[in-house]
């Protein structure tokens, strides 16, 4: 394998990470990149159309800001997958393939899922996914969530988890560990309620810490808006400095750590304010998800310029890109069927 030949960041980035308004990259819309500069982009359905559409925009986003830059996506499986049908295959929600796998099976159909996942999103210029998700379901996990689990033991989802990332290096795409430092306690839905957790220290550390703490090599991550009381009952882990200690030391991860979207209604106050209380608390980037302009002007205003420790972290990150050596997809994808059916046939 070659080492990806593309420019690293500057450390005059924006500690943003911002997600486009649509298909196509206008001339308004690639003068505000140049000048607000965020260290990367991230899309969502309403950026994807077609093949030949998405690379012409991850072309002109990284034109626009005069680097090779980052574009992410959420491609997990099951309902959280930007790029779909008819131009991008369809995958199973990650509960779900597991349940239908042999446990045997696990580590090899979830590397062959994500490996084939890479070749699709860098084929498009896409060279960073959310994924994996090492959260653990629980009996009472929120439907937003729980089949994106991989299971609902810590053994199992730093199994899966690895496998993932070990899937998206391989093919070229970095992974983003999500979400920290832990969300499957969650029973609400923190795209609109703020969840809170009452858990004691000790089992948090037993359970939901437990997966994190085995990926601390992983490249990149993303944080919980949840409550976490035995951390911090006043914030969620985004805006906690408390909480973002935790993740720095107790679980130890030293990775480039981002926010979970701002637009999220688990947060209170303006973008402002939740731009400025993630950068506050020791996240290296804000993610500002929705592709409203006046918003993302916001964000960046608020999120200020990365600082030192977190354009090391985004250079170690960049670094781990690189050119993936080819592969027959055809002979994946065959194997990759042949153990979905293991369970059913077994």
Not at 163 to 171: K, R
Request: glycine fraction near 8%; proline fraction near 6%; include cysteine.
């Amino acid at each position: 394998m070659r080492t990806h030949s593309g420019a690293l960041m500057t450390s005059a980035a924006s500690a943003t990470i911002l997600g486009p308004s649509g298909p196509v990259l206008n001339a308004d819309e690639a003068a505000f990149y140049r000048d607000a500069d965020p260290w990367g982009f991230i899309l969502f359905a309403r950026n994807v159309e077609t093949p030949d559409q998405l690379r012409r925009l991850t072309g002109d986003l990284r034109a626009a800001v005069g680097r090779d830059a980052p574009v992410l996506v959420d491609q997990e499986g099951g309902r959280v997958q930007r790029l779909r049908a008819p131009h991008w295959r369809e995958y199973l929600p990650p509960l779900v393939q597991m349940a239908r796998t042999m446990p045997g099976d696990h580590a090899r159909a979830v590397w062959l899922r994500y490996r084939l996942i890479a070749a699709e999103l860098r084929e498009v210029g896409i060279d960073a996914n959310c994924a994996p998700t090492a959260d653990i379901a629980g009996a009472d996990t929120h439907p937003f969530l729980r089949n994106r689990c991989f299971g609902s033991d810590p053994a199992t989802v730093t199994l899966a988890a690895r496998a993932t990332a070990d899937g998206l290096l391989a093919g070229g795409v970095l992974p983003v560990m999500k979400h920290l430092p832990g969300h499957g306690r969650a029973v609400v839905d923190s795209h609109l309620h703020l969840p809170r957790v009452a858990a004691p220290l000790e089992e948090l550390d037993a359970a939901d810490f437990a997966p994190f703490m085995e990926l601390t090599d992983l490249p990149m991550a993303m944080t919980a808006h949840i409550v976490f009381d035995a951390v911090d009952p006043d914030r969620p882990a985004t805006a906690s400095p408390a909480a973002v200690r935790l993740i720095r030391e107790r679980i130890g991860f030293d990775g480039l750590l981002m926010t979970d979207d701002l637009s999220m209604e688990a947060l209170s106050g303006t973008l402002s304010d939740r731009a400025a209380a993630g950068i506050a608390a020791g996240c290296d980037i804000a993610l500002y998800c929705k592709g409203v302009r006046e918003e993302a002007e916001a964000v960046v205003a608020a999120a200020g310029r990365m600082s030192d420790a977190a354009s090391r972290r985004a250079e170690a990150a960049l670094a781990a890109r690189i050119t993936p050596d080819a592969i027959d997809t055809a002979l994946l994808e065959a194997e990759f069927e042949a153990l979905l059916k293991g369970q059913a046939d077994g």
